[in-house]
């Protein structure tokens, strides 16, 4: 069967706009019931003929920020749990924080692989940024900006080798 590979990462880093981006448009997001909202969302993609399903592990996020910390490790665990490769997505522009960190600790002892994009790297000019991300100890960040497409080549041809 196809590897699974899951995005996660804070609210707002842009994990639905890199999921979108690699799906493409053959995805439809639709609720199955008004009012309950999905938790976690699955596109079948293709890159080079390699074929993986991606999951959006952030779903609908909740808006309640006392919650979110929960929620990602709660996401995380089930990325740990059903992923092949797990995509950790962080904000290159708003730098490392506390949940950044949590996430990162949960991942490296599951002893799954880890991919760590920067997004957000909308013109490649402030790269400077990016050297703090490697306090994750996830290995190297790849820099990508999801809304410009800029790195998701590279990205992608990351995320094939370690199938
Ligand atoms: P999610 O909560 O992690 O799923 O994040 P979203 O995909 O919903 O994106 C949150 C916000 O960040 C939206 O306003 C996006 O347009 C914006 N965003 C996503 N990717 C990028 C990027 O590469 N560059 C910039 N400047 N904004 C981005
Ligand atoms: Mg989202």
Redesign the pocket.
């Known amino acids: 069967s196809r590897p699974i590979v899951a995005i996660v ?10 999921f979108n981006r690699i799906a493409g448009k053959r995805i439809a997001i639709t609720e199955d019931t008004p009012g309950v909202t999905r938790d976690r969302i699955y596109a079948e993609a293709e890159w080079l003929n390699k074929y993986f399903t991606l999951i ?1 592990t ?1 779903g609908i ?1 909740p808006a309640s920020e006392d919650i979110i910390l929960k929620q990602m490790k709660r996401q995380a665990e089930v990325a740990i749990d059903t992923a092949d490769i797990i995509l950790f ?1 962080v904000d290159g ?1 708003n730098g490392v924080t506390s949940a950044d960190r949590d996430v990162a600790e949960m991942l490296r002892k599951s002893k799954k692989k880890v991919i760590l994009a920067c ?2 790297m ?1 013109k490649f000019v402030d790269e400077g940024n990016i050297f703090e991300f490697y306090e994750l100890g996830i290995g190297d960040p790849v820099s ?5 497409a800029l790195g998701l080549g590279d990205l992608l041809d990351v995320i094939i080798e370690n199938f």
């Open positions: 990462g804070r609210p707002n880093v842009g994990k639905s706009t890199l959006d952030g996020e997505l522009k997004n957000k909308d990508i900006s999801s809304t410009e």
